[in-house]
């Protein structure tokens, strides 16, 4: 490991909120609204959870195979960012993916390998001993075979198609084509506290301030219309620049997910959600008021994931639910810009395992990234985005080209 060279951007923080001089007083005004706006929904969203009523707005996939989801639906899930779309793959399947996964780390002596990789690392570790919760893997039949799966590809394109993809040069992205974006599986055990995530949001943190790009996306907010900003529209989604880092995920995602390889639930240590599609509204402008340093963001950080924090957004918090019991097979879906969370505990007597995949529409964006992806598939290492831990060049049992489907090779660029 090398020190970390992610760059100093106070001068440019500094620089953008100096910018913004002039607007302060209508942000002001802008941020008192929107702070009522979120107790709201935070109370509502309480009010639902507490009544038993379904906070995640949640279908069956067969109602999208036959085409009998509502308007009233889609307007939920628009609402609320996040959505449960259940029965995506036979709980049979699943369970035989599941088993497979386990034997796949099992029988390549993943454990040992990761043990001998950590006492590499052991200086720089932060993390306390114990078996690993997420593997470094990406390249096992179950997982190839779940991203090309016909039913998630409709799954994901009817997700994809909540987002207004319109935009002055024709569409911005295509909603009825994936392009895999290879991620790794967690297999969380029983009893395990080692792996609870704090709140927070993927995919760039100070840059949604300060790169240029990310200003035309919030560009109501930034001006005080926050009512007007829409996060289910396309415009400029692909013209934002992350600062690399092995936290931030360099393709445009409508939403992050995975899917239930086991049974799992509030008390089972998975995931939490705040159900509320514009937060990022505030978060944006929680970070413009005058009690936040001229050269900090809420703590923001370069390279990092995020932070909802109880010192900044507390009203955001409040409305942070679990999510309800998934069975195998259930998937489960957020907008890029919804805070999540993975509780502390494993509390329940099962294992908490899934496959992280997400929804990654065909666009210039994403295809530059398949580019890359491709050759770390055929050599089993791990993919452009991630940690070069390249456990998987060896492993027995690793999918190949041969895998593929006609359709899976179109999603990895072949
Ligand atoms: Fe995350």
Known sequence: MTANPLPDVRDDIVAFKRAMAERRPALKQAFAELEDHVRREADEIQADAAAGRDVIPQIDFAAIRDGRVTDAFREAVRRRGCAIIRGVFPRAQIEAWNQELGEYLESNGYYEREKEKRGLDQYFSTLAAGKPQIFGIYWSKPQVLARQDPNLAQTRAFLNRLWRVDGPDGQVFNP???????????????????????????????????????????????????????????????????????????????????????????????????????????????????????????????????????????????????????????????????????????????????????????????????????????????????????????????????????????????
């Open 176 to 414: 009825d084509l994936e392009c895999t974006y290879a991620d790794r599986t967690r297999r969380r055990e029983p009893g395990d506290k080692t792996l609870g995530l704090s709140p927070h949001m993927d995919g760039g943190s100070v840059e949604r301030w300060i790169d240029p790009g990310f200003q035309k996306v919030y560009e109501a907010v930034f001006s005080g219309n926050w009512r007007d900003y829409d996060p289910f529209d396309a415009r400029y989604r692909l013209e934002t620049r992350e600062i690399p880092s092995p936290a931030v995920c360099s393709m445009f995602r409508t939403f992050q997910g995975w899917t239930a390889l086991t049974r799992q639930g509030p008390n089972d240590g998975t995931l939490r959600l705040v159900p509320i599609a514009n937060q990022m509204a505030y978060m944006l402008l929680r970070a413009m008021m005058d009690d936040v340093a001229e050269d900090d963001l809420c703590g923001a950080r370069p390279g990092r994931a995020l932070s909802a924090t109880e010192e900044w957004h507390a009203p955001l918090l409040a409305a942070e639910v679990p999510i309800p019991t998934v069975e195998p097979g259930d998937t489960v879906w957020w907008h890029t810009d919804v805070v999540h969370a993975v509780g502390n505990e494993h509390n329940g007597s099962d294992y908490a395992n899934v496959m992280y995949i997400g929804a990654a529409p065909d666009c210039t964006k994403n295809r530059a990234y398949l580019s890359r992806q491709k050759q770390a598939f055929l050599d089993g290492r791990s993919p452009p985005d991630f940690a070069a831990e390249d456990y998987e060049t060896d492993f027995v049992g690793r999918a190949t080209l041969e895998d593929l489907t006609e359709l899976g090779r179109r999603q990895m660029g072949f």
